[in-house]
C-alpha cells in the first residue's frame, strides 16, 4: 500500500515498464515472434507450439513465465516485464529454448 502511495515510486515503475516493454518487444519480434502491444506490467507473445513446454524448459533455465493455455491460449506465454537487468537474461534464456526444434 505504501508504495502506491509513493509517486517517485509509481512514476518510476511506470517508465520502466513502458521502456522495457517495448525493449522486450523489440527483441522477442526480431526473433520471429508476435507480441500484443501492451499497457500493461507483462507481455503476451504467442509462440506458435505447446507453451507449457516451452515454458518448463525456461524453468530450467532459471526463467519463469506462465504458459495460457489455462487461458485458452496454449501457445502463448505472459512474460512480466522486469528490470534492465533481468530481462536480457529472460531474453537470453528465450533464444536459447527457442532455437532447438519446435514441440509439436
Request: glycine fraction near 8%; proline fraction near 7%.
Amino acid at each position: 500500500m505504501a508504495a502506491l502511495d509513493d509517486e517517485a515510486h509509481v512514476r518510476k515503475a511506470l517508465a520502466n515498464n513502458a521502456g522495457q516493454a517495448q525493449w522486450l518487444t523489440d527483441g522477442l519480434v526480431e526473433l520471429g515472434f508476435r507480441v500484443v502491444p501492451t499497457w500493461a506490467n507483462f507481455l503476451y507473445c504467442e509462440l506458435g507450439e505447446d507453451a507449457a513446454s516451452v515454458a518448463n524448459q525456461l524453468q530450467a533455465e532459471g526463467v519463469i513465465v506462465r504458459p495460457l493455455g489455462p487461458w485458452g491460449a496454449a501457445t502463448a506465454i505472459r512474460v512480466t516485464i522486469g528490470t534492465p537487468e533481468q530481462n536480457p537474461v529472460f531474453l537470453k534464456a528465450f533464444k536459447k529454448v527457442m532455437a532447438r526444434a519446435p514441440v509439436p
